[in-house]
C-alpha cells in the first residue's frame, strides 16, 4: 500500500519500512496518520506539530527538539498526559508520544 506525504517546505523527509523522518525548519505540520507507520520529527527552529486525533490510532510519535523551540498541540480537547500541548524546552530533548485510543500519554 503506497504512503502519501504532503508537507510543505520540509528539508528532509525519509521513509523506511513503516517508519517516516521528517525534518523541520521553522514549520508548523500537522502529524502525518498513515495506519501502522511510526513518525520522527527532528526539529529546528520554532516548529509546532498538531497530532492526529487519538481515536483508533495505534502509532508512535517521537518528536527532538534540535534547537529552537517546539509544541506538540493536540486536536479538539484531547491531551498529552492531561494537558492540550507540551513544549520541549531543552535542545536535544526528546519525547515519544503513543494513544490509549481516547488521549495521547508520552512513554
Request: proline share 1%; with cysteine.
Amino acid at each position: 500500500m503506497a504512503k502519501v506525504l504532503t508537507i510543505n517546505s520540509v528539508g528532509n523527509v525519509q521513509e523506511v519500512e513503516n517508519r517516516i523522518t521528517i525534518a523541520l525548519s521553522s514549520q508548523s505540520v500537522n502529524a502525518g496518520s498513515a495506519i501502522g507507520t511510526d513518525y520522527i520529527y527532528l526539529c529546528t527552529g520554532t516548529c509546532t506539530i498538531t497530532l492526529p486525533t487519538a481515536v483508533g490510532n495505534f502509532n508512535k510519535y517521537t518528536v527532538k527538539r534540535i534547537t529552537g523551540t517546539q509544541t506538540i498541540n493536540t486536536t479538539s480537547s484531547q491531551t498529552i498526559d492531561g494537558s492540550t500541548s507540551v513544549q520541549l524546552l531543552v535542545d536535544s530533548q526528546s519525547v515519544d508520544i503513543i494513544s490509549n485510543t481516547t488521549n495521547w500519554l508520552i512513554i
